[in-house]
C-alpha cells in the first residue's frame, strides 16, 4: 500500500542550485500540500493544492514554487537553494479535509 | 485565524503510568481537530480526529482525546503508558470557516521512562 510517495529521501546541496522534489499519491485525493519541518517550529506550510491544475501560497512560500499538472503529483521546486531552506520536507494529500495522508519525508540540507 | 498551541514541548512519564499531552486551539468557525504521531525520521502517522458528535474519540494504539469546547482543548490522553509510545505528537486543527488547511502545532516530545 503506497500511499504518498516522496523522492528523493535525502539531498544535500550547495547553495544556488535547484531542484525539485517529488510528490505522488495514489489514493485519488484532491487535495495536496507541502509542509517544512523545522526543530521547536512545528510544520509550516509552503504551498497547496486543491485540485488538479490548480496552487495555492501558504504560510512559508517564498523561495519555493509548485506545479500539479496531474492529479497524483505535486512538485516542489527550489529555484536557487538558499541555507535557510535546509530542513525536512513533507508532503501530504487529503481528502475532503477530514485528515491528512503524510510522505515519509525528504531530508535537504543546503551547504 | 485559526491557531494551535501545545503548552509543553516535553512530557516525561514512567512506564505504565497514565499520561497526558496537551493541546488549546483558536478557531472562529467549527473546529475539526486531530492529533498525529511522529517517530524518528519517519513521516506523521494519523492517532485520532474530533469531527462532530462524542466528546471522548478513541484511536489508534489505545490512545483517545477528549474535545472540550468551553476550554478550547483538545488534549491527548492514555491509561497506562509504553516505552514505545516514546515519539513526538501533534495536534493540528482545522476550522470549518478557513477551507480545507489544517494548523499544527510545535508538537509536543514524549518520553517514556522505563
Given at each position: 500500500n503506497a500511499g504518498v510517495t516522496q523522492t528523493p529521501k535525502f539531498r544535500v546541496l550547495k547553495t544556488g542550485q535547484s531542484m525539485t522534489l517529488l510528490c505522488a499519491q495514489d489514493?485519488?485525493?484532491?487535495y495536496m500540500y507541502w509542509y517544512r519541518q523545522d526543530p521547536g517550529m512545528g510544520l509550516r506550510l509552503i504551498h497547496y493544492s486543491v485540485g488538479e491544475g490548480t496552487t495555492a501560497k501558504g504560510e512559508v512560500p517564498d523561495g519555493y514554487n509548485v506545479s500539479?499538472?496531474?492529479?497524483?503529483n505535486f512538485l516542489l521546486g527550489l529555484e536557487s537553494a538558499a541555507p535557510s531552506q535546509t530542513s525536512v520536507y513533507f508532503c501530504a494529500s487529503s481528502d475532503a479535509g477530514y485528515g491528512y495522508t503524510f510522505g515519509s519525508g525528504t531530508r535537504l540540507t543546503v551547504v | 485565524a485559526q491557531s494551535v498551541a501545545q503548552p509543553e514541548d516535553q512530557v516525561n512519564v514512567a512506564e505504565g503510568n497514565p499520561l497526558t499531552v496537551k493541546c488549546t486551539y483558536s478557531v472562529s468557525g467549527n473546529p475539526y481537530l486531530f492529533w498525529y504521531v511522529q517517530y524518528p525520521n519517519r513521516g506523521l502517522q494519523f492517532l485520532l480526529k474530533y469531527?462532530?458528535?462524542?466528546n471522548l474519540v478513541k484511536g489508534s494504539y489505545g490512545f483517545e482525546a477528549e474535545f472540550n469546547k468551553s476550554q478550547t482543548s483538545f488534549h491527548l490522553k492514555k491509561p497506562s503508558a509504553l516505552v514505545s509510545d516514546s515519539a513526538l505528537y501533534f495536534c493540528a486543527v482545522r476550522d470549518d470557516?478557513?477551507?480545507q488547511n489544517f494548523v499544527f502545532g510545535p508538537g509536543t516530545r514524549l518520553s517514556v521512562l522505563p
Open positions: 489514493m485519488n485525493h484532491e500539479r499538472l496531474k492529479k497524483q | 469531527i462532530t458528535g462524542d470557516n478557513y477551507g
